[in-house]
């Protein structure tokens, strides 16, 4: 049974309506790029005993996520020209992760926090006609896109993390979270402890949190899908005990299913930032300065707005300000 057919049960009321329509789409998303050009990675479920890494991957020597990314500039360089002349932006995304990146039930457009940002930097690279063909895809096949350019930017709630950095840019930080656990109604898993050894826990390969399960100690058994919706089915099927994902995208699919509830502290931080190719050090400048102008603005800034929108019903009262920029130069 696919995820469309599963998630979004028992949600009541107008949101729940609307919610329940979202995941009716989701088993029939259509990807605005040739599909010769997508091969969409079927899903698949491979688990495995958490254990300790035999050595760290290699990293930037004194890397800092936080700083990262050069200074802003709207100098056009190559990257820019070559989206002005092909005439849209071709952005990977995710659209299946419900209040960041989906299909709206009556539009059929997407929509969505990580969205508005897209269109953003359509905007000011193309105009305010800017058309985007948005590509749907799996983390794991998020930087092999970007660097056989597939994609101009990936905008998918990616973490910047050193390994990262040494294989595509990054943009300065746009959000800040971290990994929690989700778990069914009933569990007697209540944190990320010894109540978790021999348990199954489901996570997205190509995910963050795969590394984290695998350094914990905790002795759990990782079930890896495709994505961290096909999480949501494993667990509601009874194939999992837990989930592992961004406390951003677990209170998604909490929305969705209100019989699964967040447990423990969140466990570490994750930074989002806006992932581009290397080379393509001007669209890297370019979109830093978009994002200088989606922060501004106090609580009537784009990125204030975005957030009411649509993380502040499940995440809670916005805060003070968004993550202030760093960079390198």
């Given at each position: 049974m696919t995820a469309g057919a599963r998630v979004g049960r028992r949600v009541r009321g107008p949101a729940g309506r609307r919610a329940a329509l979202w995941v009716a789409l989701l088993s029939s998303v259509l990807v605005?790029?040739?599909?010769?050009?997508?091969?969409?990675?079927?899903?698949?479920?491979?688990?495995?005993?958490?254990?300790?890494?035999?050595?760290?991957?290699?990293?930037?020597?004194?890397?800092?996520?936080?700083?990262?990314?050069?200074?802003?500039?709207?100098?056009?360089?190559?990257?820019?020209?070559?989206?002005?002349?092909?005439?849209?932006?071709?952005?990977?995304?995710?659209?299946?992760?419900?209040?960041?990146?989906?299909?709206?039930?009556?539009?059929?457009?997407?929509?969505?926090?990580?969205?508005d940002l897209v269109r953003a930097i359509a905007r000011d690279v193309l105009g305010p006609d800017a058309t985007v063909r948005f590509v749907s895809m799996p983390p794991g096949q998020r930087i092999a896109r970007l660097k056989a350019r597939q994609v101009d930017v990936i905008v998918r709630t990616m973490s910047i993390t050193c390994e990262r950095l040494n294989e595509v840019a990054f943009s300065s930080v746009y959000f800040e979270t971290g990994h929690r656990l989700l778990v069914p109604e009933g569990s007697p898993i209540t944190g990320f402890d010894e109540r978790l050894r021999g348990r199954r826990v489901c996570l997205g390969k190509g995910s963050s949190a795969a590394e984290l399960l695998r350094t914990s100690g905790t002795g759990a058994r990782a079930v890896e899908t495709a994505s961290h919706l096909d999480c949501l089915v494993e667990l509601q099927q009874g194939k999992a005990d837990a989930i592992l994902t961004h406390?951003?995208?677990?209170?998604?699919?909490?929305?969705?299913?209100?019989?699964?509830?967040?447990?423990?502290?969140?466990?570490?931080?994750?930074?989002?930032?806006?992932?581009?190719?290397?080379?393509?050090?001007?669209?890297?400048?370019?979109?830093?300065?978009?994002?200088?102008?989606?922060?501004?603005?106090?609580?009537?800034?784009?990125?204030?707005?975005?957030?009411?929108?649509?993380?502040?019903?499940?995440?809670?009262?916005?805060?003070?300000?968004?993550?202030?920029?760093?960079?390198?130069?």
């Open positions: 605005a790029v040739p599909a010769a050009a997508v091969t969409a990675e079927p899903p698949t479920v491979r688990e495995e005993t958490a254990r300790p890494l035999a050595a760290p991957a290699a990293r930037a020597p004194s890397c800092d996520p936080r700083r990262a990314s050069p200074r802003p500039s709207r100098v056009d360089g190559p990257a820019v020209r070559r989206i002005r002349e092909r005439g849209h932006l071709v952005a990977g995304v995710d659209l299946n992760s419900y209040l960041w990146g989906s299909r709206d039930p009556y539009t059929r457009e997407p929509v969505g926090f990580d969205v406390a951003t995208l677990a209170a998604g699919l909490a929305a969705q299913d209100p019989t699964v509830r967040l447990v423990g502290p969140r466990l570490d931080t994750a930074l989002y930032g806006v992932a581009m190719n290397k080379d393509d050090t001007d669209l890297v400048r370019r979109v830093n300065a978009v994002l200088e102008d989606y922060r501004e603005g106090g609580g009537r800034s784009p990125w204030m707005i975005s957030y009411d929108k649509w993380l502040a019903p499940t995440l809670g009262a916005r805060p003070q300000a968004p993550p202030r920029a760093q960079y390198t130069d």
